[in-house]
């Protein structure tokens, strides 16, 4: 199983952009999914979380400006970004817990994007 993020760039602060994170493979079943991200000289940090039937959550510095959605059909994830500020510029990860057919739950991450968010 792998996980493909894309949609990152550059944005002036203020401007939006949406990543997306696709899980691809076979006879697999994924449980949460989640967004994280990396500033430089930073330790990763959990940007938003969706469990499966569950309610998403948010770090505080992303509330009311990020939104998480999934597209179970297409085993994806998705990170909506408005209103961005030079500070959530970081490499953004993706997430999942995923259990390949007849395996345990483990975590898979996606390779990473960058988003840069210029003053």
């Known amino acids: 199983v792998q996980l493909q993020a894309s949609g990152g760039g550059e944005v002036q602060a203020g401007g939006s952009l949406r990543l997306s994170c696709a899980a691809s493979?076979?006879?697999?079943?994924?449980?949460?999914m989640s967004w994280h991200r990396q500033a430089p000289g930073k330790q990763r940090e959990l940007v938003a979380h969706s469990p499966t039937g569950g309610t998403t959550t948010y770090a505080d510095s992303v509330k009311g400006r990020f939104a998480i959605s999934r597209d179970n059909a297409k085993n994806t994830v998705y990170l909506q970004m408005n209103s961005l500020k030079p500070e959530d510029t970081a490499v953004y990860y993706c997430q999942a817990v995923i259990r390949r057919f007849g395996t345990q739950w483990n975590d898979y991450w996606g390779q990473g994007t960058q988003v840069t968010v210029s003053s």
């Open positions: 493979g076979s006879r697999f079943s994924i449980n949460a």
